[in-house]
């Protein structure tokens, strides 16, 4: 199996390049594919009618952290949405891994999608065709653990999550991510970084992509997981904070309670543990807490 490193990730898998037009192989429908050629038809069901779901997972050194829950969650995702994977979880992972072997880099993201094809155009999708793909591609490598901590800034969106009796919210689905590009979008024109999102309650939510944790009155505090879509870079830093003998607590958080904060992060697949500076007018200092976190999760996912 031939290696994709060194120029050539520099040249095609760098910022800029193009998705549709890299080197390498994507896996489809059961067998490894030419990336050019892994395409699907302009009338597929999911392109209309957001019928499809997706994963995010990072590999470390060709190793997918937390790969079965992933591959467990794309199932279940799809199940949300009514339709089944002609997958197994087992299936799954280790077309995951024959992707991620493709390469010898440091780091990668990897990307399952599943989706509804093109045998039906209308609402009613009963009868398409289920694919399933999945792509990987480098990294850049993390900045250091003190250039992290330096945090990003939040807008706070007008865009609010959707309600659990609106949309299947535990299911990673494409359809759930339209409001959380407008709010990046807007929070891209304001100068900031991302954008913080509050449920249909006027509670916190979390940011576009990543789970939100404050720290306030001594306490670790995050949204409850009835709201929001529980991810599993959440879950593991509550079993890591739990661990540390830290005071957690999941549940409802007032936009209010946020002024009372000392310190801020974000977590996520791709945002790892992301310290926050500020949300709107409000600044915060990363502490103690959002390093020694940090500095967990490295360890965790084997970054030395």
Known sequence: MNNIGGAMVTQYLGAGAPFHDRPGRIWMDGSMRPWREASLHVLSHALHYASAVFEGEKAYRGRVF??????RRLRRSAELLDFNLPYSVEALSAATQEVVDQYDVEELYVRPVAWRGSEMMGVSGQRNTIHVAIAAWATPMAPSLDERLRGVALDVSRWVRMAPNMAPIASKAAGLYMTGTLAK???????????????????????????????????????????????????????????QGLEVWEGDIHPSELQRASEVFLTGTAAEITAVRSIGARSYTPGVITEAIMRAYDEAIGRG
Do not use: M, W
């Open 185 to 243: 979008h807007a929070a891209e024109a304001k100068g900031c970084d991302d954008a913080l999102t509050f449920d249909c309650r006027g509670f916190v939510a979390e940011a576009t992509t990543a789970n939100i944790f404050a720290v306030i009155d001594g306490k670790l505090r995050t949204p409850g997981p009835d709201y929001i879509l529980s991810g599993i870079t959440r879950q593991t830093v509550l079993a890591t904070a739990r661990a």
């Open 66 to 71: 937390a790969l079965e829950q992933h591959s």
